[in-house]
């Protein structure tokens, strides 16, 4: 086989095929510099007495008429993977998602779904989140009842696809993990502006691996469906770096939208979407962002999820925000979730580790896809005699490596780490990596703040207990307005 070396040289053909990817998919767009911001000119809070009542205020702000809703169980946090589905749906349908007990309808729902003029009903979930006798008396008051359910959260998902595939085709499919609420929640908006339906990742372990292959359900709608792109929403402690390479044995063209965490997730979405707007809600519990989650698509706003402990840098063309939930959910107090712009080199340690594990995780997520054995079904061999695998095309040159690392670490660093790249090569027309085996991983490590020095305006250096007994200082600098990893040192004896 004809094997050439690739170094820096921009591979052209690759990057303009996998721009048009993205393009189509409406997954990309220009790089933007985040400054930020609390300065918003117009703040609205949609609140009620609970989550049924909420549900009703955020209809009643988006829609004063609609022939169809979409009803979900609200009881549990478990509850919001047949719901979540149906955003796609009801954005596509114009029309709100009503929030139900699993027993009964609450009054103010049914107010509200008498007040829309609402003809169609649609039901997400079986008969165990929303109960048959809901459904017998929407049919008996003269509504149209269609409930997509199937025999689990995956089964549910692709249901909840055919029937969004049968009113406009579906091009695109977002990847999420099927037992972290917050992750889809995320997406949700995006995938639905994009008539992209959301499918379900098998679960992973505790380590982050994908438990064993792509979920049969999955599996089978993503074929039946006939896509060609499809986003993975978080990084490989989220949702495994497997999941990529068994989309793309299936034809599939993949990106992956890096995050460690919901809100790491969430900023790398608006890294690539123009923000309008934010749409604020608890990353706690899932309803208010739920039910505001169509009405977010229909904003053309970037989903938040907040908590006291992570902030968020936001771009100065935010003006406005919405409110979900009451204050005992999400703070009047903006500056508990947004770095203000005068104070955009205040960072606390949850952030600082924070930016710690996307950097190590962001960096794993190019790693194993470049030298582990996720493409075994695809091992070529060189004229050398070695093995190699096929790199993912979001990877596959190192102007594509060094746009995903810049975001968390500084210019000079990455091109350190870039190095560990050094032998990329073309054996007949496919970029390859020699195989091998990565070893430990940054999540394996577990990397706990120790002591943090504040060495000048620009630089901060901090101490990590790693496991087993490992300590390791990173140096964080201030670069592009952001705060980002500059350098690892591993010591032995524990001194700074």
């Known amino acids: 086989m004809n094997k050439t070396m690739i170094h820096s040289k921009i591979n052209i053909t690759v990057i303009l095929f996998l721009t048009a990817v993205l393009i189509s998919c409406g997954m990309v767009s220009a790089p933007k510099v985040k400054a930020a911001s609390v300065q ?78 609402v003809k169609n009903i649609y039901i997400m979930g079986g008969t165990g989140v929303v109960s048959k006798s809901q459904e017998n008396s929407f049919k008996s008051n003269g509504y149209n009842v269609t409930r ?107 990106y992956t939208i890096h995050g460690t965490t919901p809100q790491s997730a969430a900023e790398s979405f608006m890294n690539l979407d123009e923000e309008k707007g934010v749409s604020i809600s608890s990353d706690s519990l899932f309803p208010d962002a739920l039910s505001s989650s169509v009405l977010t698509a229909k904003y053309n706003y970037n989903p938040i999820l907040v908590n006291s402990k992570l902030r968020y840098t936001l771009d100065d063309t935010s003006k406005s925000a919405l409110i979900f939930g009451g204050t005992g959910a999400v703070s009047d107090n903006l500056g508990n979730y947004i770095r203000n712009s005068g104070n955009a080199k205040d960072i606390s340690n949850a952030e600082l580790s924070q930016l710690y594990w996307d950097s190590g995780v962001s960096f794993e997520d190019i790693m194993f896809s470049a030298a582990n054995g996720e493409q075994l079904d695809n091992v070529v061999t060189g004229n050398d005699g070695k093995e190699y695998v096929p790199i993912p095309e979001q990877y596959d040159n190192y102007t594509k490596m060094k746009d995903v690392l810049l975001k968390y670490d500084t210019d000079e660093y990455v091109d350190t780490e870039l190095n560990y790249f050094s032998d990329l090569y073309d054996i007949d027309g496919k970029i390859v990596v020699t195989y091998g085996n990565v070893g430990m991983s940054f999540l394996d490590m577990n990397p706990v703040i120790l002591s943090r020095q504040n060495i000048d305006s620009n630089t901060i250096q901090v101490k990590f207990k790693q496991v087993p007994e490992d300590i390791g200082v990173v140096t964080f600098k201030f670069e592009d307005n952001r705060w980002k990893v500059s350098n690892y040192k591993w010591i032995q004896d524990g001194a700074m």
Do not use: H
């Open 40 to 117: 918003f000119q117009n703040t609205t809070r949609l609140g009620g007495t609970d989550r049924f009542d909420t549900s009703v205020k955020i209809a009643k702000y988006g829609w004063k008429n609609s022939d169809n809703v979409v009803i979900a169980d609200a009881q549990g946090n478990n509850a919001f993977a047949d719901a979540v589905t149906g955003t796609s749906l009801a954005y596509n349908l114009d029309c709100p998602i009503l929030l139900t007990n699993i027993n009964s309808t609450p009054q103010v729902v049914k107010d509200e779904i008498k007040s829309l003029g």
């Open 148 to 254: 997509i359910a199937g025999s689990d959260r995956f089964e549910t998902a692709a249901k909840a696809a055919d029937v969004l595939n049968s009113k406009s085709k579906v091009k695109a499919v977002y990847i999420v993990p099927p037992d972290k609420f917050q992750y889809a929640l995320i997406a949700a908006p995006y995938a639905a502006r994009q008539g992209a339906a959301i499918l379900f990742a098998n679960a992973s372990n505790q380590y982050g691996y994908m438990a064993g292959n792509m979920n049969s359900s999955t599996k089978s709608e993503i074929s039946k469906l006939g896509v060609k792109y499809a986003a993975i929403v978080g990084s490989y402690n989220v949702v495994s770096y497997d999941m990529s390479a068994q989309l793309e044995n299936m034809g599939v063209q993949c």
